[in-house]
């Protein structure tokens, strides 16, 4: 998980930000096929004329393929309604070059508006292409440092689920969050999202400390935090946030319990990755992760089981929900950044979320508690706001 594409699908190395475990949502949707609506709906709908035309640049061959082939299905599903715009498919081999290619070509085609790409190194190549041309594009990836104006990043990102546990713990009147993180890019993320919620609040500085992996290394960052703890009073704050999985999180568990630090008395919070039982969160039962709601994209599932017999990955709900915007924004002559930021957002399979202008994307999240052998939802999505 050292890249910076995260790969937070099921706690896999090195693809992309696609969904996370069996993620979505369904609320305020529309009457067709469960598709994402405007919250705030703006002109009426258009029966004719130009609806513009959009490209969805996905990996249709080479190592990627067998991702966006679901993805490209998942789209063109979103897209079979009566209405929609035209849509223009290219494949990016699934590498930053092909990408640069498929954005040109998709342009010169006249597409106002591009969905994908996957990756987050195919999305740093098609975002100064397409900001030349004044197309948005609504990128797959979750790599939030490739978030500008005119390019959002719909991937369900580290920083999202820290801001859901943030507000979770404030609700609880919990204290302050503290972080013991491995040092790679998905760690950082979730740090630096800490460090700027905290700084918003005008509260000081978290303690956050970064760990490589192994146990010297772990026994190490948690004996700093255990420095923190008087003995016989209780600890100066109130959650941990930490964002180990497999072995080190076992290790990372047993460093707390012979430190002495009390689980009763601390909340422990992590990544939308421990629904996994693979990650081992089975270790810190009792622990809170934020990701969208499983219930809430049933109907985009059943309506794909029946056009295409079989189920969708997780990983297609943001190539489903990037086409419904497309076909709602088109059908209400929107098909631009100023149907793209309306406040209201929208609320698709993944959830309500919302696009702001310089790129940054706000979703709302559920709150799960991990159990021995599953995972329970404590605190539902919020409907709008974050």
């Known amino acids: 998980m050292r890249r910076r594409t995260f790969g937070l699908l099921f706690g896999t190395p090195g693809l992309i930000a696609l969904g996370l475990g069996t993620l979505g949502l369904a609320g305020c949707q529309s009457a067709q096929t469960g598709a994402p609506a405007a919250l705030n709906q703006g002109p009426g709908p258009r029966t004719g004329g130009d609806l513009g035309r959009v490209a969805i640049l996905l990996p249709l061959s080479g190592k990627l393929a067998e991702i966006g082939k679901p993805m490209l299905r998942a789209a063109q599903l979103a897209l079979s ?5 035209g849509l223009l498919v290219k494949d990016t081999g699934g590498t930053p070059d092909g990408a640069a290619r498929a954005a040109q070509e998709a342009i010169e085609a006249g597409a106002r508006m591009i969905l994908g790409p996957v990756t987050s ?3 740093a190549m098609v975002a ?11 990128a797959f990836t979750n790599d939030q440092a490739q978030s500008q104006p005119g390019v959002w990043t719909l991937g369900i990102s580290p920083g999202q689920q820290v801001r859901r546990l943030w507000a979770a ?7 302050p969050i503290v972080a013991i993180l491995p040092d790679n890019d998905f760690g950082k993320a979730m740090g630096d999202e800490l460090t700027r919620l905290a700084a918003a609040e005008g509260r000081a500085a978290p303690f956050v400390r970064m760990h490589g992996p192994g146990k010297d290394a772990i026994v190490s960052a948690v004996g700093e935090l255990a420095g923190m703890v008087v003995a016989d009073q209780p600890p100066p704050f109130g959650a941990i946030l930490i964002g180990a999985v497999g072995n080190d999180l076992r290790v990372l568990e047993k460093a707390l319990k012979d430190a002495k630090i009390d689980r009763n008395k601390i909340k422990l919070l992590g990544p939308a990755l421990w629904i996994d039982p693979a990650s081992g ?11 969208p709601d499983p219930d809430l994209r049933r109907d985009m599932v059943k309506a794909f089981e029946t056009k295409y017999k079989e ?10 929900d990037a086409g419904s915007i497309a076909r709602v924004l088109a059908s209400q002559g929107q098909l631009s950044v100023a149907g793209l930021t309306q406040p209201g957002g929208f609320a698709g399979v993944d959830g309500w979320f919302a696009l702001s202008g310089d790129g940054q994307v706000r979703r709302g999240l559920a709150v799960f508690r991990v159990d021995r052998t599953r995972s329970t939802k404590i605190a539902a999505a919020p409907s709008a706001g974050s």
């Not at 713990?169 to 204290?175: T, W, Y």
């Not at 969160?281 to 990701?291: C, D, I, K, W, Y």
């Open 81 to 85: 309604v009566e209405g929609s715009p």
């Open 121 to 123: 190194p195919e999305t």
């Open 128 to 138: 100064p292409i397409a900001k030349r041309a004044g197309v948005p594009v609504l």
């Open 169 to 175: 713990m404030k609700a609880e009147n919990a204290g």
């Open 281 to 291: 969160s089975a270790a810190v039962a009792g622990a809170l992760f934020a990701m």
């Open 311 to 320: 189920t969708p990955p997780p990983r297609v709900d943001l190539a489903y």
